[in-house]
């Protein structure tokens, strides 16, 4: 009888342990879920700004994109972080024989110098005009012809030869300021006979719609060949123009 008893609560003492485990693993799976579900409410509170702020910016974007207009001061501030747009750029060596007026062996002054220059092409950006088509998003845009912007003699290239001999000659420095003159004379002929007009007409468009790309997101670019064209444009543009109902009035 004692055996069957303390089997009993042997049976019992088991039953109820288990119970127990069953309990606390159940609690414990609970918390588990209540913690995920708290830190998965902290995470969407703390979100949820940023995920509101972004979609309310992209709205705005998309506003922006949609309805802003551009105007000839914007596009010509982008344009003026340079003066001058230089499209092409020659490196050059020439010859100058200078030969002053004085008279021989008593003051005249004759040598040779040599010299390395740069010259450089490009268009004047104030010389670059608008006519924007904000109803057909079109910016047309005229560049005026490439010009010698730069003619720069280097001063560490320059080389004298054949000094001739003068007794009382004192112009010197004079005369050295006339041969580099005579250079840059020299060079920018030289460089428009190569053709660097040509070569800076080529790249002038592609050097200014780069710059303006960034500011005229949702315009398409195109260029006219004269003044007188983009003028045409701009009034055919000034009578398209949508006219204010009464109504606004």
Known sequence: MKAI????????GSSSKKQNTTLKR??????????VLV???????????????????KQLDS????EATLTSEVLMSKLESSSELVTSKMNMVGVVEYD????????????????????KAGIDVKNVKFAIDDQSRIVYIYVPDAQVLDVKVLPDSVKYYNKGYALFNNDSHEDAVKA????????KKEALETGIIDVADSQSETLV????????????????RSEASLKAKAEEIEKNKPQPSTADN
């Open 209 to 224: 719609k780069g710059i303006l790309s960034s500011v005229t997101d949702g315009y398409e670019m195109k260029f006219v």
């Open 100 to 119: 002053d007026a004085g008279v021989p062996v008593l003051s005249k002054g004759d040598f040779v110098m040599i010299y390395k220059a740069t010259v």
């Open 180 to 187: 580099q003159q005579q250079a840059e004379d020299d060079a």
């Open 26 to 35: 159940i609690l414990l799976i609970l918390v588990i879920f209540v913690l």
């Open 63 to 66: 506003l922006v994109t949609k």
């Open 5 to 12: 008893t303390e089997t009993t609560r042997r049976n019992s």
């Open 39 to 57: 830190i998965g409410a902290i995470a969407f509170f703390v979100s949820m700004p940023f995920i509101v702020e972004s979609k309310v910016q």
